[in-house]
């Protein structure tokens, strides 16, 4: 049996060594970025994914080379509260140590907001079991100059009931071929989304979030269904209309795809990390009380 890490394969040999030699370790990283500088997670050429800037600064703290995982690629522009990686690594730097070090040496814009040691075969993609991504849009009158880099600005009122209600329909197991982007390459586009919310915060009333549970996420699927949920808020679909899409499974019927600088990962779960926002979870938002008190927005 082959055990994949990144672009490589492994045999089960090498990962039991692990286990039982006790030299390599899998270091996991919880971490938050602001992803408007970025070209996405993945590392790139030009040295403009997170990635590069992540492996850089534990290149530098270590003195080896890293390959550090994410659970998922975020899309250039896209933020993260909650984006889990790992790398394996020979050190013997506690994990405390470690997260000091990275954070000294990161950028701004990207914060380490925890270090564990993962199981030695931790896989962040394929042991992931729930994404939680949330959706910040405004249809206030005008810009706001503070929020410009995390909200999407919709120039006329929505509807929140409308899209809160058209949205139901998404709730559950389904094909979702008409909210995938184009160029994926999944075995399958079946997904089960858990919870899906849509709500006006009491707090700031032009700002609304759209909050999605699930399984997985496709290629573009959450900024698709914020997209095609917009066209309900703004009247010019029915809400039934959302029903429609899903069982056409059709792409080029649904709405277009939402900018990314309104999207962030909120958290990803694993059987052994993050209990408190397991299977079935109640999504927290902004303003419930004892929720991201670090990012009183998100």
Request: some cysteine.
């Amino acid at each position: 049996m082959q055990w994949r890490w990144g672009t490589t394969d492994f045999p089960d040999s090498v990962i039991l060594s692990f286990r039982v030699g006790g030299v390599m370790r899998c270091i996991r990283l919880r971490l938050a970025y602001d992803g408007t500088d970025y070209d996405g997670w993945q590392s790139q050429k030009s040295g403009r994914g997170i990635q590069n800037a992540v492996e850089a600064a534990a290149e530098s703290i270590l003195q080896e080379k890293v390959r550090v995982l994410a659970s998922g690629r975020t899309d250039a522009g896209v933020h993260a509260v909650g984006q889990v990686a790992a790398f394996r690594t020979t050190t013997t730097l506690s994990t405390q140590v470690l997260c000091k070090a990275l954070n000294a040496k990161l950028p701004s814009d990207i914060t380490v907001l925890s270090v564990d040691e993962a199981p030695a075969n931790f896989h962040p993609i394929r042991d992931a079991k729930q994404k939680h991504y949330r959706y910040l849009l405004s249809d206030a009158a005008m810009t706001n100059v503070f929020l410009r880099r995390y909200v999407w600005r919709y120039p006329r009122p929505l509807d929140c009931d409308s899209m809160a209600g058209a949205a139901e329909v998404l709730i559950g197991t389904h094909d979702f071929s008409a909210f995938q982007g184009a160029g994926s390459k999944r075995a399958t586009s079946v997904r089960t989304i858990r919870q899906l919310r849509v709500t006006r915060s009491p707090l700031i009333p032009h700002i609304i979030t759209i909050d999605v549970q699930a399984n997985g996420f496709l290629y573009n699927m959450m900024r698709n269904i914020v997209g095609s949920l917009v066209d309900v808020g703004r009247g010019a679909r029915s809400p039934a209309w959302i029903g429609e899409i899903l069982e056409g499974k059709d792409r080029n019927r649904a709405g277009a795809t939402a900018p990314p600088h309104g999207l962030f990962l909120i958290s990803v779960t694993y059987p052994d990390l993050d209990v408190a926002r397991s299977e079935g979870s109640e999504i927290t938002l902004p303003w419930d009380e004892g929720t991201y008190a670090e990012f009183p927005l998100i």
